[in-house]
Structures are given as structure tokens and as C-alpha cells.
């Protein structure tokens, strides 16, 4: 069985351009979430993906979007970046849709933003 | 005011010493208490779940107490390799069943 895995590992973007991350949700997992880590901050709430539609949206800007596949992988898309928009962005899978089953994270992507 | 507020950190403490953190949360509706390791920027993982009841694993003890709104994590005989950032989780059906991560308070365990 393998986990949640995120791709790139490391990233640097220029103010002003757009990115893609991905993540494969570990296998019999159907729901994504989307977190952004600041340093010296706990993880925050982007999104959450259940069934390839969106069903929690946490206090970020919609420049921040996001999609599920049928084999619920899922990509996180940010446009304009901004130097705030650097840090970890993990990705979490969930058997079920969110709730007290537990997440299992992927190691993240680490994204510096000049 | 933040959804989840825990001690501010670091804690410095020897080997074999007891440490304990502590939380609170403001949404008395939360159903789902968590806490998280994480280490040196790598991905939280689950150290473990809270209940009411209270629960054990270990060296490790989590306590919820609802009325009060507040989770703790007991840590008995500390090891080097307990050192991380340990992380309070609230979830619930009413928040869309996201996690709510506390700010972390981070532990350093020194021989």
C-alpha cells in the first residue's frame, strides 16, 4: 500500500507566476485536503476535495484553486504568486469524507517564492 | 482569537524528565481531537487520537476534557528522540471536516 506523495519536493517561482503541485492520495483514500505551512505556523486550511468535487474551502484567496481526478489525485494551482505564498504545502488523504478518520500526509512541497 | 491555542514553546527538558502540553479550542462543536509529530519541517504524522476517556499509548497520555475545551498530552521518561513539534488537531462535521492545527509548540530533549 503506498502513501501520499507530492511532487516536486522543491520549488522556486518568480513573483507574478502560477504553479502546479500534485499529490496521489494513498490508495482507498477519496478525499484531499490541501494545507499551506508558514514557517513557525502550524499547517492551515486550503481546500478539500471529496469525489473530484470541493467541499470545504478554508480563508485563502481564489487564487488559490484546486482539482480531484477520478483516481482521486489532485492538484493544487496558485496564480500571481506572491512572496507570502512561500512555504511547506502538504497534502492529506482520508478514507472517508474528512471527519475523525484520520489523515495521512505527504511529505510536502516546498515552495520559496523571490 | 485562534480556532486552536496551545503553549507557546520551547520546552527544554532532559532525558527522562515528564513534559506536558496543553490546548485549547473554541469550537465547542468540534467533534475530533488529534495530536501530531512533527519533525524538522517534515510531514505531521498522527501520534495519536483523543477521547473523552481518556487514552494511553505508552509513555504518551492524551486527556479531553469538552466542557473546558482543553486537550492534553502527557509525555512520561523523555527520550532524545521525542524531540519535535508536537501539533493540537481539531475536526468536526460543522467545520467541513478539515483540521484545524494549533501553532505547534516545539520540544527539545537534551541528554
Known amino acids: 500500500e503506498t502513501g501520499v506523495t507530492q511532487s516536486p519536493t522543491h520549488l522556486i517561482k518568480t513573483r507574478g507566476q502560477q504553479v502546479t503541485l500534485r499529490c496521489s492520495s494513498q490508495s482507498g483514500h477519496n478525499t484531499v485536503s490541501w494545507y499551506q505551512q508558514a514557517l513557525g505556523q502550524g499547517p492551515q486550511f486550503i481546500f478539500q476535495y471529496y469525489r473530484e468535487e470541493e467541499n470545504g474551502r478554508g480563508n485563502f484567496p481564489p487564487r488559490f484553486s484546486g482539482l480531484q481526478f477520478p483516481n482521486y489525485s489532485s492538484e493544487l494551482n496558485v496564480n500571481a504568486l506572491e512572496l507570502d505564498d512561500s512555504a511547506l504545502y502538504l497534502c492529506a488523504s482520508s478514507p472517508r469524507g474528512g471527519g475523525d478518520y484520520g489523515y495521512t500526509f505527504g511529505s510536502g512541497t516546498r515552495l520559496t517564492v523571490v | 482569537r485562534k480556532e486552536v491555542e496551545q503553549d507557546p514553546g520551547p520546552f527544554n527538558v532532559p532525558e527522562g524528565a515528564t513534559v506536558a502540553f496543553n490546548c485549547t479550542y473554541s469550537n465547542s462543536a468540534s467533534q475530533s481531537f488529534f495530536w501530531y509529530r512533527q519533525d524538522c519541517r517534515k510531514e505531521p504524522k498522527l501520534l495519536m487520537s483523543v477521547y473523552s476517556s481518556g487514552n494511553e499509548d505508552g509513555r504518551f497520555t492524551a486527556q479531553l476534557n469538552r466542557a473546558s475545551q482543553y486537550i492534553s498530552l502527557l509525555i512520561r521518561d523523555s527520550k532524545l528522540s521525542d524531540s519535535a513539534t508536537y501539533l493540537c488537531?481539531?475536526?468536526?462535521?460543522?467545520?467541513?471536516?478539515?483540521?484545524?492545527f494549533g501553532q505547534g509548540t516545539e520540544l527539545s530533549v537534551k541528554p
Open positions: 488537531v481539531v475536526s468536526g462535521y460543522n467545520q467541513g471536516g478539515k483540521l484545524i
